[in-house]
């Protein structure tokens, strides 16, 4: 029969007819060409076409300028050549603004300091800049930039730059290189609104996504001419892995001036058997050396970029006492009785756990506790007032509260914010 055929592509419809032939219930087959006509397509092609359609959700921030910025004019040479381009580079009656933030990236093997100028309309870059990165064969967005050095100063043309950033990660950004401009590098807000980053002046920190990964450049800010003494997110540098039982120093990125000497306090964390004490560190390098405990349990891995805690800067006020093994029972018993004297049992001694503590060391301990007796005495109902520091909280229903500075939220989101303070003045809440 596939020899009679004269279509031998349709032999399998004309043998499953002629098997098919005389039932009733038999579905019907259909030739290439009609489902062809009625358009029916193969299942393979079908699958195709799905995981075609299919669109991957890109994460990306959404970054909004609150900046104006005026177009660039055009000005006519006097010795009669082509007519010039003239921009500026801040915003329209924005004042200069010395305290920005400062981050810390790796150029071609030399670390480098980066300025988050939100404030400036392009990325710029002194001439020094010029080795570091590769000129780009484009034309840049103006050929004279005012606003950088004082003056009107000339574009060289675009460079490339590929930065390291203190958590190993790379970020490319292009600027323009300014004739007789210094040393400075500003990351403008064109660079800013094409990777959709944001600033988080909280945990200074700069965010955004580069397809599915999440990149985080640390930076260091400044207040009133003075360093800012605002505890700063700390993250892990490299990931590390804890074995059972033992110790390990780890390194964490800090955006800190080389030297600066600071107060590392670990933050709450879900793995009971991980211990971080607050320590006293200097920066060495754009890192810092915390000392990590791993208890019990099994080992223990903690990923690249793990927020361990926070990092504060020493006021100069603050006197750093060092450790020279003086400190001994017998001295802090001394001073015990001279400061306070006698006090009277605890009513709940008996209930105190203290753990595994010699005699003399559990003696001294409820020595001091007979001080504070109203700090162990046993309440109903709502804690006791104290002195810790109190932070204020707008609650939103299932949104996050409310309790950062406005700078992170958007100017539509102002908007929202004014109407829930207003409804809660209006009925009283606060």
């Known amino acids: 029969m596939l020899e009679r055929s004269r279509r031998p592509n349709g032999g399998y419809y004309r043998m499953d007819g002629e098997c098919r032939r005389g039932r009733h219930d038999a579905a019907r087959v259909l030739s290439p060409e009609e489902a062809e006509a009625i358009g029916i397509a193969l299942p393979s092609a079908t699958k195709v076409l799905r995981s075609r359609g299919k669109r991957t959700v890109t994460k990306q921030y959404d970054y909004h300028s609150g900046s104006v910025y005026a177009h660039p004019r055009v000005e006519q040479g006097d010795d009669g050549r082509r007519p ?55 034309l840049p967005p103006v050929d004279y930039v005012e606003g950088f050095t004082g003056a009107v100063s000339k574009v060289l043309g675009v460079w490339r730059f590929r930065m390291k950033t203190q958590y190993g990660q790379y970020m490319e950004v292009d600027a ?30 700069m965010k955004w996504y580069d397809g599915d990964v999440k990149k985080v450049v640390p930076f260091a800010c400044t207040r009133t001419g003075q360093p800012d003494d605002q505890p700063a997110k700390v993250r892990l540098v490299r990931r590390a892995r804890m ?18 000497v600071g107060v590392f306090m670990p933050r709450p964390r879900t793995k009971a058997n991980l211990l971080l004490a607050p320590t006293l560190t200097t920066v060495r390098g754009g890192k810092i050396v915390v000392p990590v405990l791993n208890l019990i349990g099994a080992t223990t891995k903690l990923p690249s970029r793990e927020v361990l805690g926070t990092w504060a800067p020493t006021s100069d006020d603050m006197t750093v006492m060092e450790l020279d093994g003086e400190l001994t029972n017998a001295k802090v018993k001394r001073w015990a009785d001279e400061k306070f004297g006698e006090a009277k049992p605890l ?9 595994h503590m010699g005699a003399e060391d559990k003696e001294l301990f409820l020595q001091l506790l007979r001080q504070y007796p109203a700090l162990l005495e046993p309440r109903t109902g709502c804690p006791p007032a104290t002195t810790l520091p109190v932070e204020h909280e707008i ?22 914010i004014d109407g829930e303070v207003k409804g809660m003045l209006k009925d009283g809440v606060i």
């Open 347 to 355: 009513c709940n001694e008996g209930e105190l756990r203290m753990g």
């Open 84 to 138: 010039r381009r003239v921009g500026q580079l801040r915003a329209v009656h924005a004042q200069t603004v010395e305290s920005l933030p400062m981050a810390r990236v790796e150029v071609k093997g030399k670390d480098e300091r980066v300025k988050l100028d939100t404030g400036a309309q392009y990325s710029v870059a002194g001439e020094a800049w010029k080795e570091l990165g590769e000129r780009q064969e484009v």
């Open 176 to 205: 323009l290189i300014i004739e007789g401009a210094t040393t400075e590098f500003l990351l403008g807000e064109d660079w800013m609104l094409s990777h959709g980053v944001k600033i988080d002046f909280v945990s200074c920190e």
């Open 243 to 260: 074995q059972t039982q033992t110790c390990r120093n780890v390194a964490v990125a800090v955006a800190a001036p080389e030297g600066a």
């Open 395 to 416: 609650h939103t229903g299932n949104e996050p509260p409310i309790k950062v500075r406005p700078r992170r939220y958007a100017q539509s989101e102002h908007g929202v």
